[in-house]
T-cell receptor, first 114, second 111 residues
Framework: DAGVIQSPRHEVTEMGQEVTLRCKPI?????LFWYRQTMMRGLELLIY????????DSGMPEDRFSAKMPNASFSTLKIQPSEPRDSAVYFC????????????FGQGTRLTVV | DAKTTQPPSMDCAEGRAANLPCNHS???????VYWYRQIHSQGPQYIIH???NNETNEMASLIITEDRKSSTLILPHATLRDTAVYYC????????????FGQGTTLQVKP
């Protein structure tokens, strides 16, 4: 398996534009996580899914952020409209359903909103 | 939720053992201790995890105290490539999926 795949690796967009980040988890993994990382706040859990169902979205900063997982092999994180303070590295991770299992992270998407 | 406390930074000489401490005094009986690391510009990487017993794999050893209130990650022969931020995480009680990262320890391995 190629691991968790995120696209794009880099995204530069203008304030007010819609941004969509994509993630393909490892096949067979039941959990999918979206994290955001900034220098100020570190790694923050935004939302996670179990078997394609959102379980906890309490980390989503505001209504401008939304995440979907239409099937077991694909998830998106959308920001609409984007703002400069959304600039960060966004990571996607997946893990099997066993308690104690490790999570595998993608390489991240570096988002810059100008 | 159990929280963890780690020193913000540590240095280690190349070839020597790196011992990274973590306090988790409020850990519950069914919560695991996980260690991840993040090398600059990469996604976090799983290292090891344990519940009660000490654990060892090809990357590191994990020593958990008998009262489970603290643990130590040991890199037996640190190399320059081990320079990274190391995160000690306690899995959120009652939830099989959630991983909450703290600020971690920045380990600098020096030649």
């Amino acid at each position: 398996d190629a691991g968790v795949i995120q696209s794009p690796r880099h995204e530069v967009t203008e304030m007010g534009q819609e941004v969509t980040l994509r993630c393909k988890p490892i096949s067979g993994h039941d959990y999918l996580f979206w994290y955001r990382q900034t220098m100020m706040r570190g790694l923050e859990l935004l939302i996670y899914f179990n078997n394609n169902v959102p379980i906890d979205d309490s980390g989503m900063p505001e209504d401008r952020f939304s995440a979907k997982m239409p099937n077991a092999s694909f998830s998106t994180l959308k920001i609409q409209p984007s703002e400069p303070r959304d600039s960060a590295v966004y990571f996607c991770a997946s893990s099997p359903g066993d308690f104690g299992a490790e999570a595998f992270f993608g390489q991240g998407t570096r988002l810059t909103v100008v | 939720d159990a929280k963890t406390t780690q020193p913000p930074s540590m240095d280690c000489a190349e070839g020597r053992a790196a011992n990274l401490p973590c306090n988790h005094s409020t850990i519950s009986g069914n919560e695991y201790v996980y260690w991840y690391r993040q090398i600059h510009s990469q996604g976090p990487q799983y290292i090891i995890h344990g519940l009660k017993n000490n654990e060892t794999n090809e990357m590191a050893s994990l020593i958990i105290t008998e009262d489970r209130k603290s643990s130590t990650l040991i890199l037996p022969h640190a190399t320059l490539r081990d320079t990274a931020v190391y995160y000690c995480i306690v899995r959120v009680s009652g939830n099989t999926g959630k991983l909450i990262f703290g600020q971690g320890t920045t380990l600098q391995v020096k030649p």
